[in-house]
């Protein structure tokens, strides 16, 4: 069964609204979480790590003021994207640090700023 | 900063035919991955390569990987339609801060067509 869960799996949201999107672990406890951002036919490019009960590191070139990163407890990560623009539109992917763990992505959510 | 670069990036196959993807990487590293992405999905993992000489096969796929030579590749063996897909190579960080972190190839996307 699914490793990760993200919710939600699409959004639509108009430009300066802020968006959030939450990364469960599920059935085990994921003390850091990386987010990865994914443009149309792009690969993937890590925007940040969160780390359980202290703050996220970000990946040079993103704006940890636009992008905040809540991991509150050991099943929760959450990334919100705030005054969204067009360019924000993108894909949005979470993903538990950990032995083995290297293998299971989440699902996924497709972020869309009109 | 470690790099990784794929070729082909486009690849058109026609079915039953073969053909390897490669995966070069910059700086040492004990862990290489593939992964599979569908058209508006998440990551599907292929194969883990924690070794020298590591080959591992599945199905129609079979990766290897020359940690010597930085290079892994990823051989087709008689394609079929079902393959269609974006194929990521991943490279997994050494240790310190960028312990659990993948660098990402550019992707290779596969088109098999009769």
């Known amino acids: 069964g699914a490793v990760v869960s993200q919710h939600p799996s699409w959004v639509i949201c108009k430009s300066g609204t802020s968006v959030k999107i939450e990364c469960r672990s599920l059935?085990?406890?994921?003390?850091?979480m990386f987010w990865y951002r994914q443009f149309p036919k792009q690969s993937l490019m890590l925007m940040a790590t969160s780390n359980e009960g202290s703050k996220a590191t970000y990946e040079q070139g993103v704006e940890k003021d636009k992008f905040l990163i809540n991991h509150a407890s050991l099943t929760l990560s959450t990334l919100t994207v705030t005054s969204a623009h067009p360019e924000d539109s993108s894909f949005y992917i979470c993903?538990?640090?950990?032995?083995?763990?290297?293998?299971?992505f989440g699902p996924g959510t497709r972020l869309t700023v009109t | 900063e470690l790099k990784v670069e794929q070729n082909p990036l486009f690849l058109s196959m026609q079915e039953g035919k073969n053909y390897t993807i490669y995966c070069n990487y910059s700086?040492?590293?004990?862990?290489l991955y593939w992964y599979r992405q569908d058209p508006g999905k998440s990551l599907e993992s292929l194969f883990v390569?924690?070794?020298?000489?590591a080959v591992k096969q599945e199905g129609r796929l079979m990766a290897s990987l020359d940690t010597k030579a930085r290079l892994s590749t990823l051989h087709i063996t008689a394609a079929v339609h079902d393959l269609s897909a974006t194929y990521f190579c991943?490279?997994?960080?050494?240790?310190?801060?960028?312990?659990?972190?993948?660098?990402f190839g550019q992707g290779t996307i596969l088109t098999v067509h009769p």
């Open positions: 993903r538990p640090r950990g032995a083995n763990y290297e293998q299971y």
């Open positions: 059935d085990f406890q994921a003390t850091t």
């Open positions: 700086t040492t590293s004990d862990r």
């Open positions: 991943a490279v997994g960080g050494a240790g310190g801060t960028s312990y659990g972190k993948l660098t």
């Open positions: 390569l924690l070794s020298n000489g």
